[in-house]
DNA sequence: CGATTGTTTGATCTCTCTCAATGGGCGTGG
DNA sequence: CCACGCCCATTGAGAGAGATCAAACAATCG
């Protein structure tokens, strides 16, 4: 196993500590991607009283209660899926900044939202979170941009799981972690792999043992180097991102 | 081969014919949902001044022209995606009242959005399509109640994808069109299937002709009867759920 | 009415799942 | 501090579901 536990840039242990049910001391405030950065010192104020924040140790299903509009302050959450034989599947998974919003007009609602990392959420009361969207434009649209966000992650998202290889699959979300990070600060060829590989298997539609096969060959072919449990080198990205477009297994 | 073309309820020949061009005269802006229907009268006008109508017949490929904000008025529009070696996916379709909104903050757009029935959709110039959003409430509500609804879709289709069989992808599909049908006036225990078997095929991860030997046995099995090639009668609901929800072949 | 496209059926092959076993971290408790 | 057990990752051998290939048939369109 690897010989670092599932942090990453993903959870930060001392955020973790950072007091809770005040949005001014919280990580998202000042993450401009996100709505809460828009918000005036006022409003910022009244979305803390109706806000519960909470932090989850890994593997935790969150609870139902208090509303359907959550906001990922730290780690990632899975929208995990369970057949009735047992099979899982983790039909989406959310990051730091991302409104998970479970409103919805007809469909009752068909999956548990599970931590895979220790992770750190805020749920948010449906009414105060709309009333400062209504007042805020920035609020809003930095809030649309996000569902569209989510929306084109799905997309992509279907077309993995559709008719890709297992390779493929796992070339492609090696790809997606990468672009998830982002902007930071590492290098630039590192992908961080925000889960377990167990997690991953049920993402993208495979079973734990093709992920660890699947991986192994990546490496084999000289496109990756898996450096530890959840980081990943990549080595050749024009050849990564063929696989992952399905040009076979000729490099 | 059904004797059926392609409309069910969506595509009605009549309303293709109607005048192009003017929101007033639209099917869309009496469709409660859509957030056509709540703009003023001024506001619709706004909008049809930089809107673009226009009818395409079946199999067509929408160009990249004019902006990335396309309404959906009738008939049904996917998202394709094709691979080096020509497999093929649909990783998401859109009916009547579905906005679909290209823009997007990171990635390169991957996919084409091409007509799966003969349809008619509306394509919005974006900076008129907002500006009217940050006026009226209403309409904002509205898209975002796509948006999400969008969404939901995915995460649903992403479970169906993920790790289920032919035949409990194939039950899930007939559910979720006889949901998305919704409303309407036909017999209750009615699906329209919105496309041809080729593109359900392509939309559930499947062969063409698993799709056919999948609806065969769900038909053998007793759960449904295949009308024409558009229309499948659900003869048990709760034999079928359960099939979706991946309870084996065992009745 | 012929050409083309789309659907169905059958036989074979292949990739992935399944089952089973091993080995490596990590936490617990002696 | 070390031994134990648990969980997760990995590896191998066998089985099954669906893909692939090929061909007949039905339906649409010009």
């Known amino acids: 196993m690897g010989t670092l536990p599932p942090i990453g840039r993903y959870v930060q242990k001392d955020l973790l500590q950072v007091s809770l049910n005040n949005c001014r001391s919280c990580a998202l405030a000042e993450l401009s991607e996100c709505f809460c950065a828009r918000l005036t010192d006022t409003q910022l104020e009244q979305l803390s009283l109706h806000s519960k924040s909470s932090v989850l140790p890994n593997k935790t299903t969150l609870e139902d209660g208090m509303g359907p509009v959550i906001a990922v302050v730290e780690g990632v959450i899975g929208m995990q899926h369970t057949l009735e034989d047992g099979r899982r599947t983790i039909s989406a998974y959310y990051t730091k900044g991302d409104i998970i919003d479970l409103r919805q007009r007809s469909d009752h609602l068909q999956g548990a939202l599970v931590s895979l990392t220790k992770a750190h959420v805020c749920r948010l009361q449906v009414t105060a ?17 996000n569902l569209r966000e989510q929306i084109h992650h799905g997309i992509g998202h279907a077309t993995d799981l559709g008719k890709k290889q297992a390779i493929e699959k796992l070339a492609s979300f090696i790809l997606e972690c990468h672009t998830r990070n982002g902007d930071s600060d590492s290098v630039m060829a590192e992908a961080i792999i925000p889960m377990s590989r167990v997690h991953l298997a049920e993402y993208m539609g495979l079973q734990a043992e093709t992920v660890s096969r699947g991986l192994r060959k990546l490496e084999q072919m000289g496109l990756i180097k898996v450096s ?12 990564l991102k063929r696989i992952a477009n399905g040009a076979g297994c000729i490099a």
Chains 1, 2 share one sequence.
């Open 129 to 145: 979170f709309q009333s400062v969207l209504e007042e805020n434009h920035g609020a809003w649209i930095a809030v649309s941009e």
């Open 228 to 239: 530890t449990m959840y980081e990943v080198l990549i080595l050749s990205f024009p050849k």
